[in-house]
Antibody, heavy 120, light 106 residues
Framework: QMQLQESGPGLVKPSETLSLACTVS????????WNWIRQPPGKGLEWIGS???????YYNPSLKSRLTISVDTSKNQFSLRLNSLTAADSAVYFC??????????????WGQGTRVTVSS | DIQMTQSPSSLSASVGDRVSITCRAS??????LNWYQQKPGKAPEVLIY???RLQYGVPSRFSGSRSGTDFTLTITNLQPEDSATYFC?????????FGQGTKLEI
């Protein structure tokens, strides 16, 4: 069964850049797309963006100007970079595998999440 | 963005009960609607995809339905382990958006 694991710093200073990686194990990255989602403490889920193996990316417009998602299939890894951080970016960040078919798509495998706090 | 209005925000029920949670989309999303269950400190897990398709391994007491832009997650014969927060998600257009969540207490 495929597993996903986020990695990155737990504490980042305001105005700096957050870099997170998601390592995929237990299978090939081919045939899926790859997502980042975040959840501020005690709040709901916010979709950040996704990347397909073709390299095509789709970003949440609310984050697009600060966001880069990339993939390295040779390392079985995809990454997120979010710059100009503020306290509002503090959240648990999840990576997730996206599965698509003729009638839609959904996220069927998730990492455990990594907590990121933006504070000086 | 497509808005997903989920209700109720919380509910309490007993073992063996049947409950329903609803999400209303702000525009037509056909059947591009998924339901997730999230337990405290854990990642969400998909229960239902494409409005009514049961994810492999999910108990059959979970079901989903659609009526226009209204979507319902129904849980029958509630079990203690169903205590969790449930989210709907539209995957029809970017950005994907989630409902606000429903906290179910057993």
């Amino acid at each position: 069964q495929m597993q996903l694991q986020e990695s990155g710093p737990g504490l980042v200073k305001p105005s700096e850049t957050l870099s997170l990686a998601c390592t995929v194990s237990g299978g090939s990255m081919n045939g899926f797309f790859w997502n980042w989602i975040r959840q501020p403490p005690g709040k709901g889920l916010e979709w950040i963006g996704s990347i397909w193996n073709s390299g095509n990316t789709y970003y949440n417009p609310s984050l697009k100007s600060r966001l880069t998602i990339s993939v390295d299939t040779s390392k079985n890894q995809f990454s997120l970079r979010l710059n100009s951080l503020t306290a509002a970016d503090s959240a648990v960040y999840f990576c997730a595998r996206g599965n698509f078919f003729e009638d839609g798509n959904y996220m069927d495998s998730w990492g455990q999440g990594t907590r990121v706090t933006v504070s000086s | 963005d497509i808005q997903m209005t989920q209700s109720p925000s919380s509910l309490s029920a007993s073992v063996g009960d049947r409950v329903s949670i609803t999400c209303r989309a702000s525009q037509d999303i056909i059947t591009y609607l998924n339901w997730y269950q999230q337990k405290p400190g854990k990642a969400p897990e998909v229960l239902i995809y494409a409005a009514s398709r049961l994810q492999y391994g999910v108990p059959s007491r979970f079901s989903g339905s659609r009526s226009g832009t209204d979507f319902t997650l129904t849980i029958t014969n509630l079990q203690p382990e169903d205590s969790a927060t449930y989210f709907c998600q539209q995957a029809y257009s970017t950005p994907d958006t989630f409902g606000q969540g429903t906290k179910l207490e057993i």
